[in-house]
Structure formats: structure tokens, C-alpha cells
């Protein structure tokens, strides 16, 4: 290994490198073994991603035969190190190291499944968190790397929390395999940006320098200096010139990394794209698989014989052969660990382990207040009265916020921050690794991505709780996205939602958000209307196991309403006012909710129309009730049509509504009760539209099931 | 001025500032004054974010006064200087100074409307686009910046398209003013890197360097090397210490950034948030007014008279005089240039002046083939038949992919990159500044963002068109959302859409995208069906003069109808096939539109249903048609039930089906047939799925009226 403080190479021509192959045999065989693994599975189906799963084939025997902790037969292994695939689309990368260390599930025949049509195939286009042996899903860029912070950060915090002298119960390491990409998207930038500030030692990056990229040289797009930025960035920095065969070199460089005494290492590997094939260093080799000569011609050259495929022979094999031993080694010594530690911590002992099994305690919801004061209150702080408390007592959680602690109202009383300890005398940053409140800084799409890190860690063991204006979830939406998408408990806290955040403005007014996720399968997105039903958003989201949760709250000051119940949040909507002779149901939601009641009032006593009122905080868990109570709910199988009161696009409300007081274009930078009333979301103005839109579908100038927009 | 390379100061406490007080007397008036303003037009509605404004004063005397190029009596001086105020949320320091350097619109009055109920009122929260003299709308922290790169791509591409020798018709600066967020966001710093690799020396980024944020010091969660980051992404680093005082020193830095032969740079300018205020040098003056009695303390320091309030004075009137006039003589100047330049060179004159003018030339729909082949091709690869020959010919049109290039089938014969042309040499990376074609690298988000300031030089003088996988549009969304709030034209062709697109798997199969951009105001997103609907996609966006559009198209091929029509995609939605007594409307969108034909056939022939078909790309342009068209398309008043066929979540189609074959779930990597097959999607699910709801509706168990998904 060469360690130099040499910046990144601009040349990406094979020959160029210089190859010293301090190769023993054996090395020689299984890499050889494993490139045409990957040729092979690629050629099948004439399709996949080669290149750079062969161009890191030494640092995958590097991390799983040398430096890797982790138990092939026990994958769930608490304290494992973790290995985070952030360039996805290699996935037979570490679908193929999975099968050859011994991971059960990852079969010859499963390995072969990659591209097939079978349903129940491990090999999916690109990691799933489903699957043995994956951690976390990933594909789209840099949401690995960020999710590796934050795994990194879960073990931090974990190893604060419950380690004592001569008991590191929890000291894994975080090993993040990625490419040029996740150098280019901003979530990874930011990320990158977190765990320099965070001096995360425990975090290994290692990146897949082969200067490639879909559309060719990387250097058509980015000619920086990346060592010299991730050095600026808090990272250590290590070379590796020749990251196609010098295993001794890159174990080195792992083991230096994983003694790193206050940062996170940049293991920056030059590799080859493609080596060996005749498409070696170029961006074919990315995303198609070599041609079936060309496959032939590199088992020619490595002295295989062309016409066998999926060889893996009895050296290769044997290579591997003892990980899994060694991996249930580490169980049993954790185990013992953990043993030891429970006779001599007693207490911190039962919650370390109810910890690991990702449970709450029974009676949570007794922190919860079972009343509220009177006087308005905006529903951003009823959310910090609901919940903390629960923060407060419940390690499980680890609260944080893009910079808004001021708006968000997420502090509790004695709140400490997640910091490493040195920043005290630094920078006069109080903190330290057992903190639980996280300052993201500015940095949204990294707050989700990181958060998915650190739930994913062990199902429920840490719940991240973000939290931002409402808009702002737009730039954090792809990582939300992949936390649904892996069934990660997750709850976000979205303050200033609809116009009524006022004077921002239209680029703070969430006019379309709500569309996205009420549509996004797997979360749940819920818009409390007062301190009660904020409560009952809390319940919900801190119950959905594996769902994660937005809940929506206004930066204005609601009404505490009468009826409103935190056990009809659970139910997505409910009648908040019920009357069996009504021609009309207004359907309130969040911040408007109390507007749909003073509307209702003034369609009786000044149009003589009786009005219900249903509060529909959320569509999705509405969705999951019977039809029976769906259509109890609403009644519009009765003939009584149904206006929503929101001030969003109304799409996916037509599915509920005959009708929508909705907003069809940007908002407008007003002060809140001026921008409602510019949108015409005064009472008067309301209760006109109501009675209006009553008396056209009377005279039949709508037709009911025809969606109108008031 | 200190041009240092020392590194970020971590102290925030004002009092450790080395404050050289180079001050004229005028200046320190003008200061004073400046400061004052703010503290008042805060104080009057007791809001807004008066500390960033005051810490910034000098910075924006220096730029106003001494070296921005601009004429406030013609804000739309083709060769202005931009400037682009990132961190938007200091709106007040753009609006005084518009105010104080003669922009007609921006009167006294209008400049007390900031956060006052003025409907008309040119002080919204944050700047805004369509007011006289902003460049662009901010807010959204990072895109001001990532603007900022488009102004100044836009200058390099206009002046190496059209200036001569003697001639430079096109030479203006881009300023940018950012906080510490805009060097914490992603998009943020996609941007930079960007910037850097185009070496774009004609912008000049001023860090207004308070070290505080919202939550404290930006030690809580930044402790990098900024200015070491910043070079190592390319930019030249000029220090500033005394930001707040020394503008002789601000201005020598500007001059030495607009004379910067091929870097951009970067002014770390040490300032203090609320300077002279009871809160300065915390994060308290940051989004709050200071309070009466210290506004008065203020007064009372600066010699001012403590009730009075919006006090200008002659002396600051005076300093600010001359500037119209100054502005007027760069305007003619420019004039009389583009006049001598166009006699001598007659046709480029007359291309620049069209250019100037945001026209196209007439005949533009002439490029587009009138025909296709019959062959099944991929609505991708339609794309590019359709629109490579417009890009070819007209100079208007800039194109960029995010790392794409092989995907999205946006490269037209002859193409040349934009690239700063010494990348020849050092990189062996060909173009120049005149090339249209962008490798934006693995960054959506600033691909979009930076379009927004290609498309904000000057209307429609730059069409941005940016290209990806349509999941990716999901981390490009709030810069859509920007360009689609300022009414700019910019193009997205987002390929890969639908779960058709196969192995690629959950992470890149769009379910719920498409319920945001219908959602979005002032965006039309079209799902073209074959080559002849998508000619009409691309018509269509690029006839929206003041909208973006994304094109979103397949991966797989796609069989060419008989019936399609472009004309029709105009319309939003049109009859594919009639017929007049069908008891269902089949809605057929994009890549599955073929499926609804195909249905429509099997229903006949083997459940005796006549059904009739609707294609409907694009729900914006169909909600544009009349009521009568509208209900003349789908017959749903004549009782006919309509069964929309897509693959997505249906969020928004409850408005024009009563029920929908749709996808509840994330997807599932599979081979694009088999994903189909998977989720139902073959003929004879579909066929048996809509007859079978035809059946329920006739037996009563399903109520028209409640839309479901089948």
C-alpha cells in the first residue's frame, strides 16, 4: 500500500497504473474467481452492473475475509460491524461475497437469480434491507453514505449510553463501500459534512476510485481536489494506488482506519473499471453486462475454461471456508459480554437488552398530558408539550431539528446535545456522544437520510425524530422516501405547514406537498387540528412500528377544540359533529380544522344549512378502517355531499369530497390571517362557497361525482 | 482589506473582531442610516430579519455603489450585472438598497410594506422574481447560489456564442450573497463543485461570515475548513476581516474577483449578525425585531434622533444619487455597441437580438418529424427523435443530463460540451463555452437549480432542457418547484418512468411521483403514449412560454399507435377510440396507454363489454379545456364509469375515474414484463379486473360515486 498525501489522479487509462501485484496465490485464484462470478451472473441475462463490483473485488476480500466483524450465520448479530453499499447498483458485489462468507439464504441458485423473473429472488437490482445480510437499501446515490453516518452514529450513541470500563457492549465499526456519485449528490456532501463535524472514528469510507461515470471520464463533470476536501471536511485521508490487487495494502489501510483516534477515514482505492474485460476502464463496462466472447476471453486469460460458468472451486472455497466459525465466535463472546454486564449493571443491563429488542416501556403513553390548557395554542408547540416528555424519559428517541430549534419547540428541559466532547473545549459546543438532541444544521435531505441510518441500526432500537418547516420536507423527500421504502419507524415533525405560516411567503407555503405524501406508500402523513389530536398524531405514529410518520403542525395558534379526540386520530377521520339531517358535510383538517366548525355554525344560523363536521387528520389511516365505518364517516353514500376545507392542492381528496375549498397556485407573502383571507379562507367567505356550491348542485349546474375546485 | 489564507474563525463574540474602522464619514453615515432602516422596517410589525441585513450593510455599499454594474432605471438592461441574494430571508438588504439606489418601483412607502397585510406589496418575506430589480426568487436556502451558477453559465455561453473581437455585447458579473446555509445544503454545494469545474471566474460568491445560525454558532454542526474546502473544489479564496466596516477592503476584494482569470471566488467576509444591537453577535438577531427601546438605544449611539424612524437624510441621499445616471450610461453605451455590432455582422446581430428578445424563430415546429417508424420504440428514444433535431438547429435551447448521457438519448450530431475549454489540455475534455450540451454529473438537484438561473438570465433567451431517470426528479423537486414558482421555461425529460422499468427495483420505480408534479402549480407533466403523442409532449412544453414541463417517458419500448395524435396532447386528454354506446371509458396514460387499447379489445371479443378509450397525457393542460369538452372526452355525466390504467398511486385521479387500476405498494425489481405481471398488469388481469368491477357496479356492491382501486 502506498499511503501518500498525493491528490486525486485525473488519468483514467489501465495502463497508466502502476500494478504491484503483491499477490499470494491463493488471493490470485479467488479474485479471479470472483470477477468471472460477476461476468457470469451479468451474462445470463445479458444485463446488470459489472464493472465496479470486479474493479473492488480486493476490497471485498480485504473487508469480509480480514478486517470485517460479522457472524454469516447469526446476520442479525447486534454488535456486527456494518457494511453499507452505497453505489447500489454493484449490489452482486456484495450479493456474491454474502454467498461465498456464507450467509444461508444467499444460495448458489439465489446468487443466480439476479435480473431473473423469480419473485422471491434475494438478488434484487439493488440492495434491499429485507434481505440476510443487508443493512440498508440502497441505489439512489448518496443516500447510503448518509445512512452509513448514521449508523455509525447509533453505535456512538448506543456505546455512551450503555458502555462501562471492561464492557464495550456496543463498539462496532460502519464500513461504506462508494463511488464517484455519492462525492456529486448533495446528501452525500452534506453527510460527509456531518461526520467530520461529529468526528465519527468509527465510520470508514472507502471510495471506488475508478474514474468512471455513466457518461464517461469523471472528469467531464468534476475536476476538485477530493482528498483536499474531505481533509477540509474533518476526515482522514489514505491512499491506495493499486485497489485492484494490493489486499496487503488495502487491509492496512482498513486497519489504520478503524484505529482512527477522533475522525472518519477517506480510504480513497484506485481501481479499474471493468478490469480485465475489453471494456476495462471505460463506462461500458458500468451498466451492461461484457458480451459473451469477452467473458470467454477473460476465463482464457485467467486460465479458467471458457465453456464452465459460475466456477467456484475448491480453493475459493476453502478461502472462506472458516467465517462463519469465526463469526459465531464474536456471538458467543457478546454474548457472554452482555451476560456479565446485566449481573453487574442490573438495570442498565434490562434496558441495554429491551433496548436491543427494540421495545418502549408498557406505560409510555403516561407521559403524554391527558388534558390540555385552554388558551390557543399552535399545534408546533402543542407537539413539543405531547411529546417532550417522552424524549425527556425515553433514551429510544434521538430528536433533532435542520436548524430550527427556535420554530421547532423540540427542546426538553436538560436536553443534551449529540457532540463529540472535545468541541467543549474547541468551541465551546456542550455536548457529548450520549446526547440525544442532533443540530443538522441546514442540511434536510441529510437530517432523513442520516435518521434512516440510525433507525436502521436494529428494528426500533433508536427512533429518529426530525424535525423542520413543512416545505423543507421537499428537499429531504428522497430520503423520507427510502424510509418508507425500508419500513423504518421514523417520525417527522413538519412545523409551519399551510398559508397560514404567513409572511415567508410562497416558497415557504406548502401549496402541493401534501399530495406527495398522501401518496407515498408505507407513511403516514397526519395534520393535527388542535393539542388533542397533536396527542393522538404522537400515539399513531409512535405505534407504527414500521411506518414512518409526518406529522404536520402550523406555526399559527389553533383553538382547542371540544370534540376532538386523540383516539379518532388512530381512525384517519371522524365525526366531529354529527347530525343525521345535515345536506352537507364539511370535512376540517389540521390548522383549517376549527374553521369547517365556525363555517358549519354559519351555515345554520345565516343559510339555515345544517352541516356535519368530519375531522380527516389522516387519509391513509382512514384508508386502513372498514368500508362500513368509511362510509359511517363520511355519508356520502346517503346522498350528502362533501366539501374539504384546505388550503393545498386537493389532489387525492376527490377520492373523500364532492367538492374542495382548495388552492390552485403558488401562496402569497402575507401575514397569516391576511394570506387565509387573500385565499379566501375567512369564515364569510367559506360559508359563501359552501351555500353557493349547495344551491348549483340543487339547481343542477354541478353534477355530483363531478370533482369541483371552490 | 486582510487577503489572508487563514482559515474559518471559529469565535463569534463580536468584541474579539479586530475592527479597523476605515471609514469615510460619509460611509459611516450611509452605515448608520442603512442599519437604522432595517432596525425600523423590522420594528413596525415586530418581525422579520433585520440582523443578517444590518451585519451586511458594508458589503452592500461596496457592491451598489463602487462595482456592480446595473442602471435601476432600466432593471432589465440586458448586460446588468446580477445579483442574487441566496439567503434570501435578509430580503430587507436588497429592497433598502434598491430603494436607496433609485429603482423607481421600490418607493419609501412601498419599502415600509414589508410584513404589513399589502396585497401589492413588493416586500414579500423573501425576494421575488417578478418585482423590478430581483434577479431571482429565494428563500429555499441553496438555490440562490445554485442560480447564481446558471446566471453566470449563461453569460459564458451567450458571450462565446456571440461576442467578436471589439464586440463583447455579452460581459456582465454574477454577485452572489450566501449565509452559512447556503454552504450546508446539498444543492448548495453541488453548485460550488459545478462552478469550479467550469471555472466560471465571472461569479464571485460574498459569505456574509456571521458564524451564527438559527440554533447558535455554526459550531454546533459546522467545523469545517471553508475556505481549504472551497479551494479544493477550484474557487480562489479572498478573506475579509473587518466586513462590517471596511469597505475599501470589501471593495478591493470584488475588483481582484471580477478581474479572476479562470476561478470563480469566494469572499469570506467576517461580519456581525446584528450589529449594534442589544442581540448582536447571536442568534437571537437573526429572525426576530430587536425591540423598541433597542432600536432606540441604536439611534441614541448613532447620534439619530430616537423617534424618528425611516430616517434618510440628505447626505445618504446624495451618496446614492448619480447611480441612475451612471446606469443609464452603460445602457447606452450597450445599446450603441449592439448597434455597430450588428452592422458588421448583420446575421448574428440579428440571432442575438431575436435571442435578446426570447424569441424563437417561427418555423421551430419544422425540425420535428411528421411521421415514425412503425417499429415498437421507447418513448426515451421518441424523445430524442423528436427533439435532437430542434437542439441541433437553435442555439437557444441548453441540454443536460445527470450522468445520463447513454440513458436518455439527448445527444444530437455534433453536439458540443460545455466545458471551460483548457480541460482540452489538462483533462483531455473536449468543448468550450459556446457548447449546449451540460454533464452535470450525479447532481439533480443543482442540474435543476442551475437551470433555473440558465433560464432566469433573461426570458426565454436560455430554454434549459435537463434530463434523467424520473425517480431522480424527486431530488430535483424543490428547484422544479422554483421554476415552476417564477413561471420560467425549462425543460425536464425524466425517462425511465413507471415500474416498466424494471430490474432497477423499488428505488427507481416512480409510484407516487407523479402525484406531486400533477399537484405542483404552474408545471405540466406529460406521460406521452408513442412517438406521435410524444412530438405533442415536446410542443407543447416548449410552446409554455411560462411554465416547466416534464416530459416523462419509458425505458421499454412502446408499440406506435394508429389513433394518437400530438394535437391532442394539447388538449390535455382526447378520445383514442369512441364508441358511441360503450358502458366503460378506459384511461389510458403514457407507456401503459397501449395497455388501455389492448383491454378495450379483449373486453369486447371475450366479455361482450364495449369500451371506449381516452388517452390522457397530461391532467394541467385537460383541467385548461372547457366543462363541455371536458365532459364530451370522458362521458362520465352520461353514466359511462371510467377505470384509469396506470401504474402509480392514483392521488388525483378520483377526479376523472371511478375507479383505477393502480399500484398501493413501492415495487418490485423484476425484469419490466414481469414487474407488469407482478402488479397485474397484463391484458388479462386488466381485462378480468375491469370486468369484474363492471359487474360489482351492476350488482350493487360497489357505489359509483366511491372511487376505488382495483
Redesign the interface.
Known amino acids: 500500500m502506498t499511503v501518500t498525501n498525493g491528490v486525486h489522479v485525473?488519468k483514467s487509462v489501465p495502463s497508466a497504473l502502476p500494478l504491484v501485484q503483491k499477490l499470494s496465490k491463493d488471493h490470485d485464484l479467488v479474485l479471479k474467481t470472483f470477477r468471472l462470478l460477476i461476468a457470469d451472473l451479468c451474462q445470463q441475462?445479458s444485463?446488470?452492473h459489472p464493472g465496479g463490483a470486479v474493479g473492488m473485488a480486493a476490497i471485498g476480500v480485504s473487508l469480509w475475509k480480514y478486517v470485517m466483524r460479522y457472524a454469516p450465520h447469526t446476520p442479525d448479530f447486534f454488535n456486527r460491524d456494518r457494511f453499507v453499499l452505497s453505489n447500489?447498483?454493484t449490489c452482486l458485489f456484495q450479493y456474491s461475497f454474502l454467498h461465498l462468507t456464507g450467509y444461508k439464504a444467499m444460495t448458489l441458485e439465489q446468487l443466480k437469480s439476479y435480473?431473473?423473473?423469480r419473485?422471491d429472488?434475494l438478488c434484487?437490482?439493488?440492495p434491499?434491507i429485507e434481505h440476510e445480510g443487508i443493512e440498508v437499501?440502497?441505489?439512489?446515490?448518496?443516500q447510503g453514505i448518509a445512512n452509513a453516518v448514521g449508523l455509525a452514529m447509533a453505535t456512538k450513541n448506543l456505546a455512551a449510553t450503555y458502555n462501562r470500563p471492561g464492557y464495550d457492549v456496543v463498539d462496532n465499526h460502519t464500513w461504506c463501500m462508494i463511488g464517484?456519485?455519492c462525492l456529486?449528490?448533495?446528501?452525500?456532501?452534506?453527510a460527509i459534512?456531518?461526520a467530520?463535524?461529529f468526528r465519527l472514528n468509527n465510520l470508514t469510507v472507502m471510495y471506488d476510485n475508478n474514474q468512471i461515470?455513466?457518461?464517461?471520464?469523471v472528469?467531464?463533470?468534476?475536476?476538485?481536489?477530493?482528498n483536499?476536501?474531505m481533509?477540509?471536511?474533518?476526515w482522514n485521508v489514505i491512499d491506495v494506488e493499486d485497489g485492484c490487487f494490493d489486499i496487503e495494502g488495502i487491509v492496512s489501510a482498513l486497519e489504520q482506519a478503524r484505529a482512527s483516534k477522533d475522525k472518519p477515514t477517506f480510504i480513497n482505492v484506485r481501481t479499474v473499471i471493468g478490469l480485465d474485460s475489453s471494456v476495462a476502464g471505460t463506462?461500458v463496462a458500468h451498466?451492461a453486462a461484457y458480451g459473451t466472447s469477452s467473458v470467454a476471453d477473460i476465463k482464457t486469460l485467467y486460465g479458467f475454461d471458457p465453456e464452465d460458468h459460475f466456477v467456484i472451486g475448491d480453493t475459493a472455497r476453502e478461502f472462506f471456508k472458516g467465517l462463519p466459525a469465526r463469526g459465531q465466535n464474536y456471538v458467543q463472546e457478546w454474548d457472554q459480554l452482555v451476560k456479565n454486564y446485566t449481573t453487574e449493571y442490573p438495570e442498565l443491563g434490562a434496558e441495554f437488552q429491551a433496548r436491543v429488542r427494540g421495545e418502549l416501556p408498557a406505560d409510555w403513553q403516561k407521559y403524554i398530558p391527558t388534558n390540555f390548557p385552554e388558551k390557543p395554542t399552535a399545534s408546533r408547540a402543542s407537539s413539543g408539550l405531547v411529546f417532550n416528555p417522552i424524549a425527556k424519559e425515553l433514551k429510544t428517541f434521538m430528536v433533532g431539528?435542520a436548524?430550527?430549534?427556535?420554530?421547532v419547540n423540540m427542546i426538553w428541559p436538560g436536553k443534551v446535545?449529540f457532540?463529540h466532547p472535545d468541541?467543549r473545549t474547541?468551541?465551546?459546543?456542550d455536548g457529548n456522544y450520549s446526547g440525544r438532541y442532533i443540530?443538522?444544521?441546514?442540511?434536510?435531505?441529510?437530517m432523513a437520510a442520516v435518521s434512516n441510518g440510525l433507525a436502521a441500526y436494529a428494528p426500533n432500537t433508536i427512533i429518529p425524530v426530525t424535525s423542520s418547516f413543512f416545505?423543507?420536507y421537499?428537499?429531504a423527500?428522497?430520503a423520507v422516501?427510502?424510509g418508507?421504502?425500508q419500513h423504518l419507524q421514523i417520525i417527522h415533525v413538519a412545523t409551519h405547514d399551510s398559508i397560514g405560516m404567513?409572511?415567508?411567503?410562497?416558497?415557504?407555503q406548502p401549496?402541493?406537498?401534501a399530495?406527495?405524501y398522501?401518496?407515498?406508500?408505507?407513511l403516514l402523513y397526519i395534520r393535527p387540528g388542535d393539542s388533542e389530536e397533536t396527542a393522538g398524531a404522537w400515539i399513531a405514529a409512535i405505534n407504527a412500528k414500521k411506518t414512518p410518520s409526518i406529522i404536520s403542525t402550523s406555526r399559527q395558534v389553533l383553538p382547542q377544540l371540544t370534540n376532538t379526540r386523540r383516539d379518532g386520530v388512530a381512525l384517519g377521520a371522524y365525526v366531529l359533529s354529527e347530525n343525521e339531517s345535515a345536506s352537507v358535510t364539511l370535512i376540517g383538517v389540521g390548522a383549517e380544522l376549527s374553521f369547517a366548525l365556525e363555517v358549519a355554525e354559519k351555515l345554520k344560523t345565516e343559510k339555515g344549512v345544517t352541516a356535519r363536521v368530519v375531522s380527516f387528520p389522516c387519509q391513509r389511516l382512514f384508508e386502513q378502517q372498514t368500508l362500513q365505518y368509511k362510509r359511517d364517516t363520511l355519508r356520502?353514500?346517503q346522498g350528502i355531499s362533501a366539501v374539504v376545507i384546505e388550503p393545498y392542492?386537493p389532489?387525492?381528496w376527490?377520492?373523500y369530497a364532492d367538492a374542495g375549498i382548495s388552492v390552485?397556485?403558488?401562496g402569497?407573502?402575507?401575514?397569516g390571517?391576511?394570506a387565509y383571507k387573500?385565499f379566501g379562507y375567512d369564515i364569510e367567505t367559506l360559508t359563501a362557497k359552501v351555500a353557493d356550491y349547495l344551491d348549483q348542485i340543487k339547481g343542477g349546474e354541478l353534477?355530483?361525482?363531478?370533482?369541483v375546485e371552490l
Chains 1, 2 share one sequence.
Open positions: 485525473h441475462f444485463g446488470g447500489g447498483h435480473h431473473s423473473d419473485v429472488a434484487p437490482g439493488h434491499e437499501t440502497t441505489g439512489p446515490l448518496g464517484d456519485a456529486q449528490e448533495g446528501v452525500g456532501l452534506e459534512s456531518l467530520g463535524h461515470t455513466c457518461d464517461g471520464s472528469d467531464l463533470t468534476n475536476t476538485e481536489d477530493v483536499a476536501k481533509r477540509a471536511c474533518g463506462a451498466g431539528t436548524d430550527l430549534s427556535p420554530s446535545d457532540q468541541l474547541n468551541c465551546k459546543i443540530h443538522w444544521g441546514v442540511r434536510e435531505h441529510a416545505m423543507f421537499l428537499y423527500a428522497p422516501r427510502m418508507a421504502l404567513g409572511e415567508d411567503g410562497p416558497t415557504h401549496i402541493e406537498l399530495a406527495l398522501r401518496a407515498m406508500p408505507n356520502r353514500h392542492a389532489n387525492g376527490e377520492r390552485k397556485r403558488f402569497h407573502s402575507l401575514p390571517k391576511a387573500f353534477l355530483r361525482g363531478e370533482f
